[in-house]
């Protein structure tokens, strides 16, 4: 009989933790207000088996309590370990021995105190379950709770009733007391159907959560809040399974800023910051970030009652001239467009609205709609019809008994139509008169700000486009072009810093356009040189120790006559001379000046976890400055190269600026779909890759500069250039 793999062995495990028909509680107390005890009262609905285990005790409450955990009728699926830090591990490793599912870890003072000793703890415990398959939640951790089944496996008070329904949320917490905070929403009439948290992670992650809650029919829609991972790459695989799955996954990501300073050689790494790479990573499989964590519940339960969309409009019914102008600017904002209604349904909206109203989308329908609450159903149904519009946006003003019975109309359209209806609450009486009506209907999304409404809907249809049509693959690379650079990359002959000319060259291979050079050891064969390329010219020191040339004041540019390239090589050749250490002197590059036109940069980070990343931005001088740029996984195709350029702050310089030419954003596209490539082929052996400036003009697209940094022991090469490049 085969034997199952570990692998599977935790994956079944896992659902005996999170979905268990039968529990332990060991360390069980009579004792009032002891964790154990809180326990057992959180369990009072739970729908299987609660053991009790303490040898001090022969019953608990009414309940008969066990000596041991072999000494319990059956094998428990989850055991709640309430113990003295100092107990747990001895706890754990006989659970394993049991072939018990998983335990969940009360007590702390492990790996978050940064002592040695503790850490060296969490470590035999994560040791015991990569070993046997046991799950663990925890340490440090405040349980978890299956609103299906019951069971409330935490000693914290979480809402112990939550009203079943189809648009339930699966929340995962790292902290246990932010998913306590989030929990409360139950009160408000939000539905959740799991509440899961993790503590310190030594087993059991935000990742294998996903992954849980993606197969779980119950959940409508995960939302998630965490600050961090050691391997945040299973993140990513967890979030394209729940992509496949068609799972909306929400993530609030906490501690966004860089983990530390980063000492690049180039000046990519200074655009892509740890925030950025996990935004990328996870965008790709439709991941919607929130910001706040305000926002993190409205825009997950938008997601577990939202069907797919019909159409990429939205249309703004108020009964306010203000909100719907609130409503116009968000939308503008998020790029949510708003059409204008067809000529059938401006004809219903006309025939039920005063003059003073607007038969328009923003559709103001008046405070008449008060004593005429039959055109307000008029101008909604026409709405809903037009098949401009996948989503409709009401602005509920005001909270009051006289309001509330709209609700039935808002949900009735989504439910004959398949479109949702957002309400938003713009009423400062939060919890007023049928705010929790509306929060549990099925098929009425609540909003309490309309940049959070116009925000879920602009990810709506964003997360909609990435399902319809994912990105496409392109061909690849000639593979006599792959093995080439490779063998170009991987001798252990050349110096890791690679020039610039050596790096353009490996470049062209994969198509990619640069200019013309030479390069040149004296000025005579400078002199000739120029002949041949033609006049205007640029003129660099070569050199593996400089890598920001400009700075270093060894570069030319706009050399109009042999006069100014005279003056130039000396100029290069005395600043040379002043830089310390001395830098290595492979000669002067004598090249083609393209003509002016907005520069880019373009390059690469290889992260450890998540792969590699192209990276695009303002390049020249000012990329420091500006620093507005577009990251995604490498490779992309054409069209995902054009949304990346389409995106940056500055994507007007493109279309011609001030009656300068436009970009070929065609040509542009091609050349980072290349470079991407490029990155992905080699990302092995990569350590850094900096194109800067590629020139971008009407006629053509050319990479000017670049910097490549061959994979070796990256440690001591930034040592030695240090200096110079400071």
Same mark, same amino acid.
């Given at each position: 009989?085969?034997?199952?793999?570990?692998?599977?062995?935790?994956?079944?495990?896992?659902?005996?933790?999170?979905?268990?028909?039968?529990?332990?509680?060991?360390?069980?107390?009579?004792?009032?207000?002891?964790?154990?005890?809180?326990?057992?009262?959180?369990?009072?609905?739970?729908?299987?088996?609660?053991?009790?285990?303490?040898?001090?005790?022969?019953? !608990?409450?009414?309940?008969?309590? &066990?000596?041991?955990?072999?000494?319990?009728?059956?094998?428990?699926?989850?055991? !709640?370990?309430?113990?003295?830090?100092?107990?747990?591990?001895?706890?754990?490793?006989?659970?394993?021995?049991?072939? *018990?599912?998983?335990?969940?870890?009360?007590?702390?003072?492990?790996?978050?105190?940064?002592?040695?000793?503790?850490?060296?703890?969490?470590?035999?415990?994560?040791?015991?379950?990569?070993?046997?398959?046991?799950?663990?939640?925890?340490?440090?951790?405040?349980?978890?709770?299956?609103?299906?089944?019951?069971?409330?496996?935490?000693?914290?008070?979480?809402?112990?009733?939550?009203?079943?329904?189809?648009?339930?949320?699966?929340?995962?917490?790292?902290?246990?007391?932010?998913?306590?905070?989030?929990?409360?929403?139950?009160? @408000?009439?939000?539905?959740?159907?799991?509440?899961?948290?993790?503590?310190?992670?030594?087993?059991?992650?935000?990742?294998?959560?996903?992954?849980?809650?993606?197969?779980?029919?119950?959940?409508?829609?995960?939302?998630?809040?965490?600050?961090?991972?050691?391997?945040?790459?299973?993140?990513?695989?967890?979030?394209?399974?729940?992509?496949?799955?068609?799972?909306?996954?929400?993530?609030?990501?906490?501690?966004?800023?860089?983990?530390?300073?980063?000492?690049?050689?180039?000046?990519?790494?200074?655009?892509?910051?740890?925030?950025?790479?996990?935004?990328?990573?996870?965008?790709?499989?439709?991941?919607?970030?929130?910001?706040?964590?305000?926002?993190?519940?409205?825009?997950?339960?938008?997601? $577990?009652?939202?069907?797919?969309?019909?159409?990429?409009?939205?249309?703004?019914?108020? $009964?306010?001239?203000?909100?719907?102008?609130?409503?116009?600017?968000?939308?503008?904002?998020?790029?949510?467009?708003?059409?204008?209604?067809?000529?059938?349904?401006?004809?219903?909206?006309?025939?039920?609205?005063?003059?003073?109203?607007?038969?328009?989308?923003?559709?103001?329908?008046?405070?008449?709609?008060?004593?005429?609450?039959?055109?307000?159903?008029?101008?909604?149904?026409?709405?809903?019809?037009?098949?401009?519009?996948?989503?409709?946006?009401?602005? %509920?003003?005001?909270?009051?008994?006289?309001?509330?019975?709209?609700?039935?109309?808002?949900?009735? !359209?989504?439910?004959?139509?398949?479109?949702?209806?957002?309400?938003?609450?713009?009423?400062?009486?939060?919890?007023?008169?049928?705010?929790?009506?509306?929060? @549990?209907?099925? &098929?009425?999304?609540?909003?309490?700000?309309?940049?959070?409404?116009?925000?879920?809907?602009?990810?709506?249809?964003?997360?909609?486009?990435?399902?319809?049509?994912?990105?496409?693959?392109?061909?690849?690379?000639?593979?006599?072009?792959?093995?080439?650079?490779?063998?170009?990359?991987?001798?252990?002959?050349?110096?890791?810093?690679?020039?610039?000319?050596?790096?353009?060259?490996?470049?062209?291979?994969?198509?990619?356009?640069?200019?013309?050079?030479?390069?040149?050891?004296?000025?005579?064969?400078? %002199?000739?040189?120029?002949?041949?390329?033609?006049?205007?010219? $640029?003129?660099?020191?070569?050199?593996?120790?400089?890598? &920001?040339?400009?700075?270093?004041?060894?570069? @030319?540019?706009?050399?109009?006559?042999?006069?100014?390239?005279?003056?130039?090589?000396?100029?290069?050749?005395?600043? $040379?001379?002043?830089?310390?250490?001395?830098?290595?002197?492979?000669?002067?590059? *004598?090249?083609?000046?393209?003509?002016?036109? *907005?520069?880019?940069?373009?390059?690469?980070?290889?992260?450890?976890?998540?792969?590699?990343?192209?990276?695009?931005?303002?390049?020249?001088?000012?990329?420091?400055?500006?620093?507005?740029?577009?990251?995604?996984?490498?490779?992309?195709?054409?069209?995902?190269?054009?949304?990346?350029?389409?995106?940056?702050?500055?994507?007007?310089?493109?279309?011609?600026?001030?009656?300068?030419?436009?970009?070929?954003?065609?040509?542009?596209?091609?050349?980072?779909?290349?470079?991407?490539?490029?990155?992905?082929?080699?990302?092995?052996?990569?350590?850094?890759?900096?194109?800067?400036?590629?020139?971008?003009?009407?006629?053509?697209?050319?990479? *000017?500069?670049?910097?490549?940094?061959?994979? %070796?022991?990256?440690?001591?090469?930034?040592?030695?250039?240090?200096?110079?490049?400071?």
């Amino acid at each position: 009989m085969t034997q199952p793999r570990l692998d599977q062995i935790k994956a079944a495990n896992l659902g005996r933790v999170f979905n268990p028909k039968r529990i332990a509680l060991l360390g069980a107390t009579p004792r009032a207000g002891s964790f154990a005890a809180r326990t057992v009262d959180n369990l009072q609905g739970y729908a299987g088996e609660l053991y009790l285990v303490n040898a001090k005790y022969p019953e !608990i409450g009414g309940r008969p309590c &066990h000596p041991s955990l072999s000494a319990l009728p059956g094998v428990p699926d989850a055991v !709640i370990v309430a113990l003295p830090n100092h107990l747990v591990e001895a706890a754990v490793a006989e659970c394993a021995a049991l072939g *018990v599912g998983g335990v969940v870890i009360y007590a702390s003072g492990y790996a978050e105190t940064g002592r040695q000793a503790d850490i060296e703890s969490q470590a035999r415990l994560a040791a015991i379950a990569r070993a046997t398959g046991l799950r663990i939640l925890g340490p440090n951790c405040m349980g978890l709770v299956n609103y299906g089944s019951g069971a409330v496996q935490s000693f914290q008070q979480f809402p112990l009733a939550c009203e079943a329904n189809g648009h339930s949320i699966g929340l995962i917490s790292q902290s246990g007391a932010l998913a306590l905070s989030l929990s409360q929403a139950v009160e @408000r009439g939000v539905s959740f159907s799991h509440i899961l948290t993790f503590g310190n992670g030594a087993d059991v992650d935000v990742a294998d959560m996903i992954e849980y809650l993606s197969g779980d029919e119950k959940c409508r829609a995960i939302a998630c809040v965490f600050e961090g991972m050691a391997h945040p790459g299973r993140l990513a695989r967890a979030a394209e399974l729940a992509f496949r799955r068609n799972k909306p996954l929400i993530l609030c990501k906490l501690a966004t800023g860089e983990q530390g300073a980063r000492a690049a050689l180039s000046h990519t790494g200074a655009l892509a910051g740890s925030d950025a790479l996990y935004r990328a990573a996870l965008g790709r499989h439709g991941v919607v970030f929130v910001d706040h964590f305000e926002s993190l519940l409205e825009v997950a339960a938008f997601f $577990a009652k939202a069907p797919e969309p019909l159409a990429s409009g939205a249309a703004i019914v108020a $009964a306010s001239g203000g909100a719907g102008i609130m409503a116009v600017d968000k939308a503008e904002s998020h790029g949510v467009p708003l059409p204008a209604p067809a000529p059938g349904t401006r004809a219903v909206l006309k025939a039920n609205i005063p003059d003073f109203g607007s038969a328009s989308n923003p559709c103001d329908v008046t405070a008449e709609v008060v004593n005429n609450p039959q055109s307000l159903e008029a101008c909604l149904q026409a709405m809903a019809r037009d098949p401009a519009y996948g989503a409709l946006v009401v602005a %509920q003003t005001v909270a009051g008994e006289a309001f509330t019975p709209r609700l039935k109309l808002y949900s009735d !359209i989504q439910a004959s139509h398949g479109k949702p209806v957002c309400a938003v609450w713009l009423s400062a009486w939060q919890n007023g008169p049928g705010s929790r009506e509306f929060e @549990r209907d099925p &098929h009425v999304a609540v909003f309490h700000s309309m940049d959070r409404c116009f925000y879920a809907l602009a990810q709506w249809q964003r997360r909609a486009q990435l399902r319809r049509a994912p990105g496409a693959a392109e061909a690849g690379a000639d593979p006599a072009a792959v093995a080439q650079v490779r063998q170009a990359l991987r001798n252990g002959e050349g110096l890791p810093v690679l020039t610039e000319r050596e790096a353009k060259a490996l470049l062209a291979q994969y198509g990619v356009p640069v200019n013309r050079e030479a390069r040149v050891d004296g000025w005579t064969a400078a %002199q000739d040189s120029a002949r041949a390329i033609g006049f205007p010219l $640029a003129l660099k020191l070569e050199s593996p120790d400089v890598l &920001h040339k400009t700075e270093a004041g060894v570069v @030319r540019l706009d050399i109009q006559d042999e006069a100014a390239l005279r003056q130039a090589y000396d100029d290069i050749l005395a600043n $040379a001379a002043s830089i310390s250490p001395p830098p290595r002197i492979n000669g002067l590059l *004598v090249q083609e000046m393209v003509g002016a036109g *907005v520069e880019l940069i373009v390059g690469a980070r290889i992260d450890p976890e998540f792969g590699p990343f192209i990276v695009v931005g303002h390049g020249g001088v000012l990329v420091e400055i500006i620093k507005d740029s577009a990251i995604a996984p490498a490779p992309v195709s054409r069209e995902q190269a054009g949304n990346m350029v389409r995106s940056l702050k500055g994507a007007a310089l493109f279309d011609g600026y001030r009656g300068g030419a436009a970009v070929d954003l065609d040509a542009l596209a091609d050349l980072i779909s290349r470079i991407s490539q490029f990155i992905a082929d080699h990302q092995a052996d990569l350590a850094e890759l900096d194109i800067n400036p590629v020139i971008c003009g009407a006629g053509r697209v050319v990479a *000017v500069d670049a910097l490549i940094v061959k994979k %070796q022991d990256a440690g001591s090469t930034r040592d030695s250039l240090q200096e110079t490049n400071s």
